[in-house]
Every structure is written in structure tokens, then in C-alpha cells.
């Protein structure tokens, strides 16, 4: 899970605000999207799970509700950590690029 020390080291990276407010706001905003994009990817997960298992009928142990729901959980946390790691990544390869060190 994206922690506020991740945020607020993305944030100076990037030159984006890093006060209490900024990251606090940053974090809420991480949280609910992780959120919903688990229940986005728990969807998708479950409904491939019921075509391949036409023989269950529509009922889904709770095992494989637990095992698919941490799958979209993992995906989710990815997804969010992606999006903080994507601009850091461009902004080093711009700096490199124009002979700065990239950190």
C-alpha cells in the first residue's frame, strides 16, 4: 500500500506541494481510487472466473472469492504505485537527456 512517505517523496520529486494538506489530500485521493479500482478489477475477475467455471452455477467458494479479491487488490496497488512511478521515470529520463544526473 502507497504509504504518505512514498507521496510526499513523489511530490518533492516532482516539485509538487509537500505540505501536511497536499499529501494528506494526495493519500485520500490514492486511497479511494485503489479502492476503486479493486472493486473494478474484483468485477472483471469474478466474471472470468464464473465463464471459466460454468460447472459452479453462479456459486463462488469463498476461497476463490478471497483469492480473486487479493488479485485485485495487487492489481489496484500497482496501477496507483504506477502512476507516482511514470512521471518520476520521465522527469529522470529528461534530466539524464540533458546531461543533469538523473537524481
Known amino acids: 500500500m502507497i504509504d504518505r512517505g512514498t507521496i510526499r517523496a513523489a511530490h518533492k520529486e516532482l516539485g509538487l506541494p509537500t505540505d501536511d494538506a497536499a499529501i494528506d489530500n ?37 476461497e ?17 504505485e504506477e502512476r507516482f512511478n511514470a512521471p518520476i521515470r520521465e522527469l529522470t529520463a529528461r534530466k539524464v537527456e540533458a546531461g543533469e544526473d538523473g537524481w
Not at 485503489?34 to 453462479?58: C, S, V
Open 64 to 80: 476463490v472469492t478471497g483469492e480473486l479479491w487479493q488479485q485485485a487488490q495487487i492489481r489496484a496497488e500497482e496501477e496507483m
Open 26 to 62: 494526495a493519500y485520500h485521493d490514492t486511497v479511494d481510487a485503489i479502492g476503486e479500482r479493486i472493486d473494478i478489477h474484483f468485477t472483471h475477475l469474478t466474471n472470468q472466473w464464473h465463464n471459466e467455471h460454468p460447472e459452479a452455477q453462479g456459486i463462488r467458494p469463498g
